[in-house]
Nanobody
Framework: VQLQASGGGLVQPGGSLRLSCVASGSMFSGTIMGWYRQAPGKERELVAQINTGGDSNYADSVKGRFTISRDNALLTLYLQMNSLKPEDTAVYYC???????????WGRGTLVTVSS
């Protein structure tokens, strides 16, 4: 599985961005998908995750502001980010974990910078 994330950029505090992650391969529907982020000097952390049935969970820091979704027909994962804060600044990574093998796949990150 190859993952290609896009949609990052520079946004002012309070603004919005939508990240997308397009997956190659036919196993998309059999994966738990997630967004992680890594800020400078910090460890990578889970932002949001969505399972094959569409159930999602979020880090406490983004609850109520971010929404994760997936389109299995388009092999695409999304992260709608609203009310962005400077502390959301990080490189965001798309992750796919096969429910059959447990193997994790990572895409190249996309940088989100929240600054005035």
């Amino acid at each position: 599985v190859q993952l290609q994330a896009s949609g990052g950029g520079l946004v002012q505090p309070g603004g919005s961005l939508r990240l997308s992650c397009v997956a190659s391969g036919s196993m998309f529907s059999g994966t738990i998908m997630g967004w992680y982020r890594q800020a400078p000097g910090k460890e990578r952390e889970l932002v949001a995750q969505i399972n094959t049935g569409g159930d999602s969970n979020y880090a406490d820091s983004v609850k109520g502001r971010f929404t994760i979704s997936r389109d299995n027909a388009l092999l695409t994962l999304y992260l709608q980010m609203n009310s962005l804060k400077p502390e959301d600044t990080a490189v965001y990574y798309c992750n796919a974990r096969s429910i059959y093998s447990g193997i994790n796949y990572w895409g190249r990150g996309t940088l989100v910078t929240v600054s005035s």
